[in-house]
């Protein structure tokens, strides 16, 4: 069984930032990709930043392009999530995934149980 924990989550101003963590325990996995997720208020869970443990390739949604950066302590498969110039519209539960194979692009294979970021204007 693998298990994700998410940490980090909090209430912040608008402006402010936050630096999000991702653990992996129970079994080894060697994954081919971790993300973070997050889905709002009354919204579908959407992508956020992904990173590859192969060639550290990293992609962004365009809404936090330029404010968030993803990271990773590949030899403990851990990712971290720095959150600058927060909004509002960030507010959500942020969710870590991990995946083994390529597979397609939003396609994960374990889930953390979220950590919440609550943005004040």
């Known amino acids: 069984q693998v298990q994700l924990t998410e940490s980090g989550g909090g209430l912040v101003q608008a402006g402010d930032s936050l630096r999000l963590s991702c653990a992996s325990s129970?079994?080894?996995?060697?994954?081919?990709?971790m993300a973070w997720f997050r889905q709002g208020p009354g919204k579908e869970r959407e992508f956020v930043a992904m990173?590859?443990?192969?060639?550290?390739?990293?992609r962004y949604a365009d809404s936090v392009k330029d404010r968030f950066t993803i990271s990773r302590v590949a030899r403990v498969n851990m990712i971290h999530l720095q959150m600058t110039n927060l909004k509002p519209e960030d507010t959500g539960v942020y969710y870590c995934?991990?995946?083994?194979?390529?597979?397609?692009?939003?396609?994960?294979?374990?889930w953390g149980q979220g950590t919440q970021v609550t943005v004040s204007s």
């Open positions: 990173i590859s443990w192969v060639g550290g390739r990293i």
């Open positions: 995934a991990a995946k083994v194979y390529k597979g397609t692009d939003n396609d994960y294979d374990y």
């Open positions: 129970g079994r080894t996995i060697s994954p081919y990709a």
